[in-house]
């Protein structure tokens, strides 16, 4: 298992298609929802894949506003939950928060996920969406 930093728009299109099978087919997000104008390599967000026995299978991202990092489009593809792909997309985007000299990261969680946040480290702030962590 492990994590790399997306630097190609080939990379950047599988992320997509992880995306898009998850929020837009798996949970019926519209797609024009899901991609935004943050989803390019130009800088404004760093985008990660995560692999099992090397093929990719979860994506997230980091976006950083107001000097906090937003953890954000964090997902598996169904068949791959459940072996910890989750914390090591975490883990990836905390460290790269880390590098930047960004201290404290967001997100915003669905409910479900919430207790696989709280493991991690992160809290429910008065918004019972969003969790942090410092």
């Not at 967000?45 to 994506?59: A, F, R, S």
């Not at 980091?62 to 914390?87: A, H, N, S, T």
């Not at 997100?107 to 991690?120: C, D, N, R, S, V």
């Amino acid at each position: 298992m492990e994590s790399k930093r997306i630097s190609s728009e080939d990379d950047l299109r599988v992320a997509f298609n992880i995306r898009i099978e998850v929020f837009v087919e798996e949970q019926g997000v519209p797609l024009e929802d899901e991609l935004d104008e943050f989803d390019t390599l130009d800088g404004q967000c760093e985008h990660i894949l995560v692999y099992y026995n090397e093929q990719p299978v979860g994506t997230g991202r980091i976006r950083f506003v107001d000097g906090l990092g937003k953890l954000e489009r964090i997902c598996i593809l169904k068949p791959y939950r459940k072996f910890g792909q989750g914390k090591i997309i975490i883990k990836a985007l905390e460290k790269i928060a880390e590098e930047k000299g960004v201290s404290q990261v967001k997100l915003h969680g669905q409910t479900q996920a919430e207790g696989f946040y709280k493991k991690l480290g992160y809290r429910t702030s008065t918004d019972t969406n969003t969790a942090t962590t410092s």
